[in-house]
């Protein structure tokens, strides 16, 4: 069994790591085989997002053709968490899903994220990248892009939900 199979099979509370219990971070690129642990981690997209699961069908769909960039991470044995990144044009890209299960957060599974894309970024020349955080989930994702060098550059009525704003978040990456 898989290491992401394994971890998602033995997903008991009790046994996730903490602080305390320090376990190697992992990152790597997501493949074919790995599109439907991503489907799992992301189960509740659909009553976040109404249509959220063709949404992300289709994202997917996108990475296997290489239309966009998708990575996950976790610790120890266990999947946490996903980032997906579609570029828009030569130089710039948008983060559509950025996400780390809450028993394994504060362990450093987004940083490493966002650093592995960033190392993308640098090396294609990509100088900004947007991603739109919409008010529920602003904290603690404002946080967590605050401390890896995004700057909130405005706010957008929201989509899906009427009176709902969103937020706009750029780095710049040089
Ligand atoms: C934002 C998120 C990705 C952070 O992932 P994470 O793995 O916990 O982040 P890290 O452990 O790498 O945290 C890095 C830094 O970000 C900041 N940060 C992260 N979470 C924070 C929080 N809850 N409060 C304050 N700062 C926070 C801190 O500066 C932290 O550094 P520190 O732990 O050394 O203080 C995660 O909280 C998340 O998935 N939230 C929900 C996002 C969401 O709803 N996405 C939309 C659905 S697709």
New binding site residues.
């Given amino acids: 069994m898989g290491l992401i199979a394994q971890s998602l099979k033995n997903s008991s509370p009790m046994r996730w790591p903490t602080r305390r219990t320090p376990q190697p971070i992992w990152t790597k690129s997501v493949g074919r085989t790995e599109i439907r642990h991503i489907q799992s981690l ?1 189960w509740f ?1 659909p009553s ?1 997002y109404p249509g959220g699961d063709s949404w992300l069908a289709n994202r997917l769909a996108d990475v296997i053709a290489g239309k966009a960039y998708c990575s996950i991470g976790g610790v120890g044995g266990r999947l ?2 996903v980032l997906i990144e579609t570029p828009k044009g030569r130089r710039h890209s948008k983060i559509s ?6 028993c ?9 994220l966002l650093r592995l894309h960033n190392g993308r970024w640098r090396s294609d020349g990509i100088d900004t990248v947007h991603i739109t ?2 008010a ?2 602003l ?3 404002g ?6 060098g995004f700057r909130g550059i405005d706010q957008v009525p929201g989509r899906y939900r009427e009176q709902s704003i969103e937020s706009v978040f750029q780095l710049s990456v040089h």
Avoid: D, K, M
């Fill in positions: 992301l997209l976040v946490g968490g899903t950025f996400y780390v299960h809450p394994l957060r504060r362990l450093g599974i987004g940083s490493h955080v919409s529920e989930c904290n603690p994702l946080a967590q892009l605050a401390h890896a």
